[in-house]
């Protein structure tokens, strides 16, 4: 933890567009794939960061440019290089913590996200950034690791039959937004499931226990609501008249239908929020009324035992000169006198629906 505040302290003091990685430490290989498509061609190539790499920037179709690995900054530095990316936009691609975010660069648009993750035995939502560089024909993608949710997508690149046709990389950029969020909904719709079960053990079941998930839950979507709750915003930018260059007139029903993902993502993060606060208020319900119920029986058997109590205290006192205690029935009648209290006072009790 030391080593990764003191990576984040390292651009402290520097000047804006100073490309420092300030990420965990990261030993993995930096690894590049190139994918060449049009209509009736698809050709992929592979690199790493030790190769010589080449790209066919003179392919009159399209291009997407996927590197997995954030952390080597002189690879980074040299492929912005490459491509005429400003020193600004390779430092958001290489703070792992940027925040959701979409920047219209003059040539290129610059897409920051965040792609989840729901582990399912523990239910922890883990996250990475992905930066997207929309410039001309080009789509390149910038991730933290060698995961993404685009296998079918570059599936449906593979097969000529699912091949975007005359769609170009402004599509592409589409797709991919797509898809994390409509990735986002699949998670939501697991954690709106969890708070379903956690909802039903907290009526019936309570227990300290619960408590915990819960605080983790609202943890979880708070986490949630921070990636998501900027999506609205950002689809309505791509909406705008500034991004027609880089998002035609023909996008803008896909685009529209994006907006209506994005705005269903927000509206549930805001639902989800909203029933873990009501779940705490539930648990603190459930045990209150659990106590009350408890409560409720002492209070009744305290009730019940108390003329007990008085008579066998009244009988106890060693008084000389007790007439019932010479007589050869008083014990008898003593006990039959308790025990149809007992069963009045049970009666009475049921009668007034108190137990």
């Not at 420092?20 to 498509?37: A, K």
């Not at 907006?259 to 909203?274: Q, Y």
Request: net charge negative; charged share 25%.
């Amino acid at each position: 933890m030391a080593e990764f505040t003191s990576l984040k302290n390292r651009k402290l003091g520097l000047p804006p567009g100073s490309v420092i990685y300030t990420g965990e430490p990261d030993n993995e290989v930096v690894n590049i794939s190139v994918i060449y498509y049009q209509k009736n061609f698809y050709k992929k190539e592979t690199f790493t960061e030790n190769d010589t790499i080449n790209f066919n920037l003179d392919f009159d179709g399209d291009i997407w440019i996927n590197i997995d690995g954030i952390h080597n900054t002189d690879l980074i530095k040299k492929i912005g290089v490459m491509f005429n990316i400003d020193n600004l936009s390779l430092e958001d691609i290489v703070n792992p913590e940027q925040r959701v975010k979409i920047d219209d660069r003059g040539t290129y648009i610059q897409i920051v996200l965040k792609m989840l993750s729901l582990e399912l035995l523990t239910k922890e939502i883990n996250y990475e950034q992905i930066s997207i560089i929309l410039k001309d024909n080009i789509l390149m993608t910038f991730q933290e690791t060698p995961f993404d949710i685009f296998d079918d997508i570059r599936h449906r690149i593979e097969s000529p039959k699912t091949r975007f046709g005359t769609h170009d990389s402004s599509y592409l950029a589409y797709m991919l937004i797509d898809t994390i969020v409509d990735n986002y909904l699949l998670i939501l719709d697991e954690v709106e499931l969890e708070i379903d079960e956690m909802e039903t053990k907290i009526i019936h079941e309570p227990s300290q226990e619960d408590l915990h998930n819960i605080i983790s839950f609202k943890q979880n979507i708070s986490l949630l609501k921070r990636f998501i709750s900027p999506i609205r915003e950002l689809v309505a930018k791509l909406q705008t008249r500034n991004m027609l260059h880089y998002f035609p007139e023909e996008m803008k029903y896909y685009l529209s239908d994006l907006s209506d993902h994005s705005i269903i993502a927000f509206d549930t993060v805001e639902m989800l929020n909203n029933r873990t606060t009501e779940l705490i208020q539930l648990y603190h319900s459930t045990l209150s009324n659990t106590m009350n119920e408890v409560m409720k029986i002492l209070a009744i058997i305290s009730t019940i035992f108390m003329p007990l109590t008085f008579i066998s205290g009244l009988y106890g006192m060693n008084f000389h000169y007790m007439p019932e205690l010479e007589w050869r029935y008083g014990y008898f009648f003593v006990i039959g006198t308790m025990i149809t209290l007992v069963v009045c006072m049970i009666i009475y009790f049921k009668k007034k629906k108190w137990i």
